[in-house]
């Protein structure tokens, strides 16, 4: 069974940075697909960023290109999410996900059905 630990999660300031990172475990990481979604209160899940199976195609949010950047260390089994430039609408709870057989396509890599694993979450507040 997949399991999925998010952790980096914190309180930062308007304008910092934080490196969330994802732990990976119970099946052959090189196999999936991984992502990171986030929700804020009241709002639903939405899509961050996502990275295919050994090292493939990588998909952002359009609003989060150029600030947010995904990569995954195979060896390591893991993967993270460095987030530069943060802004108080950034505040959420990030999730890691995990599935297989995605496909390769940004349609299918940001829909948040197409993924099985997810981790518990990890608080990331911005303050103004």
């Known amino acids: 069974q997949v399991q999925l630990v998010e952790s980096g999660g914190g309180l930062v300031q308007a304008g910092g940075s934080l490196r969330l990172s994802c732990e990976f475990s119970?099946?052959?990481?090189?196999?999936?697909?991984m992502g990171w979604f986030r929700q804020a209160p009241g709002k639903e899940r939405e899509f961050v960023a996502a990275?295919?199976?050994?090292?493939?195609?990588?998909v952002y949010e359009d609003s989060l290109k150029g600030r947010f950047i995904i990569f995954r260390d195979n060896a390591k089994v893991m993967v993270y999410l460095q987030m530069n430039s943060l802004k108080p609408e950034d505040t959420a709870v990030y999730y890691c996900?995990?599935?297989?057989?995605?496909?390769?396509?940004?349609?299918?890599?940001?829909?948040?059905?197409?993924?099985?694993?997810w981790g518990q979450g990890t608080q990331v507040t911005v303050s103004s």
């Open positions: 119970g099946s052959t990481f090189d196999w999936y697909t």
């Open positions: 990275i295919g199976e050994r090292d493939g195609p990588i």
């Open positions: 996900t995990a599935d297989r057989n995605i496909g390769g396509n940004s349609g299918s890599m940001s829909s948040r059905t197409r993924y099985k694993y």
